[in-house]
């Protein structure tokens, strides 16, 4: 469950989107969409992580040798898993970060990376700060990332495409009919992705529709009388670990059998996914985006 709500944290971290990163200012060492030019800076040697979706962001950008430090749930690409560790997503080690001697850090703004940002720019480190919530932020902070770490060809390149692959599958399954889908978080008790998230970004690149009507809250939880009431044609659910998802499948099944009347429940489409893929926003979203799709249309991929 734990690694299921770190996955969220990092796709919805602020509640407001991030304006289309231009420039860097060193001089405060963080970047803010009002920051001017960047000074002429050498090119960080010696980076360190503290989030997953941006530890694949550098490497995806050829930066691997400079990666010197992640956060322990850096576990993709399998090279990062072999960098060294330095604390959690959600309690980064300051300490372990300023021993690896870092030319640049780069963070996630919520309260406990950003606490930790804080200390390092108090003591001088280069920090960079970045939020992440939506599609369109991702963009950002690869071009965010490729102006601090000297390498914004490559950024304007990956951001393409990332861009490209998704305008492809919009035009594959974005005109198909549109699929109500319940997202589920955690089933006890029963929590949903609501529409205000990025999930449901997901869903429409997909060729999906939330069934959730707007809620207050984000990720709500949810009576039996209203999940029936939505009436899903497919409900999807958030793998808590990626090494057993048959497993989890067949619990899911076995769950969901108290509603059989349910659309999803009465046509077999219920179904684990790989959160790890699907809910990280970096350079694997298309991939995810296609994985979702084929769960809410599988007969454009040969299936039921």
Known sequence: MTKLWLLLAI??????????????????????????????????ARIVSLAPNLTEILFELGLAEQVVAVSSDSDYPPEAAGRQQLGTFWQPDAEAII??????????????????????????????????????DLF??????????????????????IKEQMESLKSRFGSADK?????????????????????SELLEFAGGLNAIAPTVQQY???????????????????????????????AAELFWKQWPALPAVKNGRVYVVDSDTILRLGPRLPKGIEDLARCLHPQKHGGR
């Open 179 to 199: 699929v109500k889908v319940l997202w589920v978080v955690q089933t006890e008790p029963l929590r949903v992705a609501g529409t205000n998230t990025f999930v």
């Open 220 to 250: 709500p939880q949810i009576a039996a009388e209203e999940m029936l009431a939505c009436a899903p044609q497919v409900i999807v659910q958030s793998a808590m670990a990626a090494d057993d998802l048959g497993a989890q499948q067949e």
């Open 140 to 161: 950002a902070a690869i071009d965010g990332i490729g102006a601090a770490a000297g390498c914004e060809h490559q950024a304007h390149q990956l951001t393409g495409r």
């Open 99 to 136: 021993a690896a001697r870092p030319d640049l850090v780069i963070a996630l703004d919520f309260e406990q990376q950003r606490a930790v940002a804080e200390t390092l720019k108090r003591l001088g480190y280069r920090v960079l700060t970045l939020k992440i919530k939506t599609i369109q």
């Open 11 to 44: 796709a919805l971290l602020s509640v407001t989107a991030l304006a289309v990163i231009s420039y860097l200012r060193a001089d405060i060492n963080q970047y803010t969409p009002e920051a001017g030019p960047t000074d002429s800076a050498a090119k960080p």
